[in-house]
């Protein structure tokens, strides 16, 4: 009697055992489901009901960690990849994502210490290569060219680390450097549209300007007709007095980007010295630079847009509160509420062809999620549904 007395309590204990360890697994896989439909909050609301402080569970606090860094909750996730680092130390992708997530909250100081951490289990080129982002961001550029130097010693084609380093020598002006640093990739890919191109400006800048003229017009036979091609192309040419090849470039530039006050002004220095008739050909240049000096475009925005604000709030004067506004935006395009704010006008005038080009164009640009994003995409579904109302039969 005793015996099956003992067995029974035995059983009655393990089951529970069973039941939890079934519920957790079950948990487990319906938390991974909705992470990979992006449902990350729901997501971490399920496997946070898992966590247990007095028995730490590394699968759980995995894909919790995944949740919050695949969420942009960067604060979270750091303290869980430092608790998973702490709990095992010799695991490198938790050290990774902890220098993932330092650096993703502009934490420079911490993800450049997590980085080294790694380097300590392995010699990871990309690694490397954030360590160098690290000391980049908080502007030591020596740390940070050593850090890149040791990524290109390990991957010599790195494209994107070579450009970063290339970059960080223009800036110290370290010309001989850039070139340099850029010959053992160039050996291999010499028409590399990336890197090329920058030794092209450390050959202009250094004042070797037919070296500069020859990368740049080889880009140019190549097809590159991007605006530092044409522009650094230009100035070379003029200074090797070819100024009808300067011309031709800087006005190739312009059509790309009309916004360089500084080219403008070398647009019309070459006319001045070709001596074209001043008031015909060398004066609208310089009103073009004077019109781009005066007035400062910051402050311009921020009239119009108290101008639009007012006419806004009128609500009577949609059309002048929409000149504003893009007055605003023209100024200033990276004010994007001007552009839902001009939908909204469209929208309240029954303009809807105009509101939904506004609309959309602010969906665009703007990050979605956000309440502007929603204001936006709610208009924009209702004023479609209006549209599809009207042409009905």
């Known amino acids: 009697m005793r015996k099956y007395l003992f067995i029974a309590i035995w059983m009655m204990a393990c089951v529970p055992l069973w039941a939890q360890t079934s519920h957790r697994d079950s948990i487990l896989a319906e938390a991974r489901y909705l992470k990979s439909i992006y449902r990350t909050d729901d997501a971490i609301e399920k496997l946070s009901d898992l966590v247990q402080p007095e028995a730490m569970d590394e699968v759980v606090l995995a894909e919790l960690a995944d949740c919050h860094f695949q969420s942009g909750d960067f604060e979270n996730a750091s303290g869980t990849y430092f608790l998973l680092s702490s709990l095992k130390p010799d695991n490198i992708l938790y050290k990774v994502r902890l220098m993932q997530t330092f650096y993703r909250m502009k934490a420079y100081q911490q993800s450049i210490q997590a980085g080294k951490a790694v380097l300590k289990l392995d010699s990871i080129p990309a690694v490397v290569s954030y360590i160098g982002d690290g000391y980049r961001q908080i502007k030591q550029t020596d740390s940070a060219l050593w850090y890149y130097r040791r990524a290109l010693a390990m991957k010599p084609m790195n494209e994107t680390v070579l450009s970063k380093a290339m970059g960080l020598l223009l800036d110290v002006k370290d010309y001989e450097g850039v070139i340099a640093i850029s010959k053992p990739f160039l050996a291999e890919d010499p028409d590399n549209p990336t890197i090329a191109p920058l030794q092209g400006v450390a050959f202009y800048r250094k004042g070797d300007y037919d070296a500069a003229i020859n990368v740049f017009q080889r880009q140019e036979d190549l097809g590159n007709d991007s605006y530092p091609i044409h522009f650094f192309l230009g100035q070379s040419y003029w200074h090797t007095q070819a100024k009808y090849r300067a011309e031709q470039e800087l006005h190739a530039a312009w059509q790309i980007d009309s916004s360089d006050v500084n080219l403008a002004y070398t647009i019309a220095s070459v ?52 000149e504003h506004y893009k007055e605003a935006y023209r100024y200033n395009p990276k004010y994007l509420p001007a552009l839902s704010t001009i939908a909204y006008c469209y929208q309240v005038k029954k303009d809807y062809k105009q509101a939904i080009e506004w609309y959309e164009k602010y969906l665009r640009l703007v990050r979605p999620g956000t309440k502007g994003y929603e204001f936006a995409k709610e208009n924009l579904d209702y004023i479609k549904g209006e549209l599809f109302m009207e042409e009905q039969p």
């Open 271 to 322: 006319k001045s010295e070709f001596l074209y008739p001043f008031e015909e050909v060398v004066k609208p240049w310089l009103d073009k630079v004077m019109d781009m000096l005066q007035p400062d475009p910051a402050m311009m925005s921020r009239v119009h847009q108290l101008y639009g604000l007012g006419y806004y709030r009128k609500q009577n004067s949609w059309d002048k509160a929409i």
